[in-house]
């Protein structure tokens, strides 16, 4: 009896455990880390390439993936350019700034409305995940529970996060974002070349 208690509680705590992984890294300040899920799709869109690419809708699906590595690039940079700032500045915890906050929240705005409009030209499967996705992002920006992408947007709002969090956890989702962005332009290289045959 006392042993499958345990079995039990063990099991739990295994599936706890990994159910915030799976989702993306929750984390102590209201983080849910979305790069995650986006490099997974990205990594989808590219390897499956062969089953939803379509000659007469190729220069179509060419403009949003364009759209989506531009807006993802200005995202990575204005994260970049922001945390740099506060390190320089020496900004304290608790002093929030809505206006840079609000910034990054429009700038993943556009970056969701380009997965739509990707999602639109791939198979049902990857326009099924790029929509969970799209969903998620969207609940993390605009929930009723204050949520964050990423701990320098928690920052921002005024959540009392070290600065040696927001750099381990900023140096991590700045490389995945990176990644996605270079498996963008692979992808469109593959397209091209599809186009051209």
Same mark, same amino acid.
């Not at 079995?7 to 989702?23: E, G, K, M, N, T």
């Given at each position: 009896?006392?042993?499958?208690?345990?079995?039990?509680?063990?099991?739990?705590?295994?599936?706890?455990?990994?159910?915030?992984?799976?989702?993306?890294?929750? %984390?102590?300040? /209201? $983080? &849910? @880390?979305?790069?995650?899920?986006? *490099?997974?799709?990205?990594?989808?869109?590219? #390897? !499956?390439?062969?089953?939803?690419?379509?000659?007469?809708?190729?220069?179509?699906?060419?403009?949003?993936?364009?759209?989506?590595?531009?807006?993802?690039?200005?995202?990575?940079?204005?994260?970049?350019?922001?945390?740099?700032?506060?390190?320089?500045?020496?900004?304290?915890?608790?002093?929030?700034?809505?206006?840079?906050?609000?910034?990054?929240?429009?700038?993943?705005?556009?970056?969701?409305? %380009?997965?739509? /409009? $990707? &999602? @639109?030209?791939?198979?049902?499967? *990857?326009?099924?995940?790029?929509?969970?996705? #799209? !969903?998620?992002?969207?609940?993390?920006?605009?929930?009723?529970?204050?949520?964050?992408?990423?701990?320098?947007?928690?920052?921002?709002?005024?959540?009392?996060?070290?600065?040696?969090?927001?750099?381990?956890?900023?140096?991590?989702?700045?490389?995945?974002?990176?990644?996605?962005?270079?498996?963008?332009?692979?992808?469109?290289?593959?397209?091209?070349?599809?186009?051209?045959?």
């Amino acid at each position: 009896m006392i042993f499958s208690k345990m079995v039990f509680r063990i099991i739990c705590c295994c599936l706890l455990a990994f159910s915030s992984v799976a989702f993306g890294q929750a %984390d102590k300040y /209201g $983080v &849910t @880390d979305v790069t995650f899920g986006m *490099l997974a799709w990205i990594k989808h869109l590219n #390897n !499956d390439a062969d089953k939803y690419f379509v000659k007469e809708k190729g220069e179509a699906l060419n403009q949003h993936l364009t759209d989506l590595k531009r807006n993802l690039t200005g995202y990575m940079k204005a994260r970049k350019v922001l945390s740099d700032s506060l390190f320089r500045n020496n900004i304290t915890p608790g002093k929030k700034d809505e206006r840079n906050l609000e910034d990054l929240k429009a700038r993943m705005g556009t970056i969701m409305g %380009d997965m739509r /409009g $990707v &999602t @639109d030209f791939v198979n049902d499967e *990857l326009r099924a995940e790029g929509d969970k996705l #799209n !969903d998620d992002i969207y609940n993390i920006l605009y929930g009723e529970q204050p949520r964050f992408l990423s701990n320098l947007e928690a920052f921002l709002a005024g959540v009392d996060v070290t600065k040696r969090d927001m750099t381990v956890e900023g140096s991590k989702s700045y490389s995945r974002l990176e990644e996605c962005v270079n498996l963008i332009a692979v992808l469109q290289d593959k397209l091209d070349r599809k186009m051209k045959k």
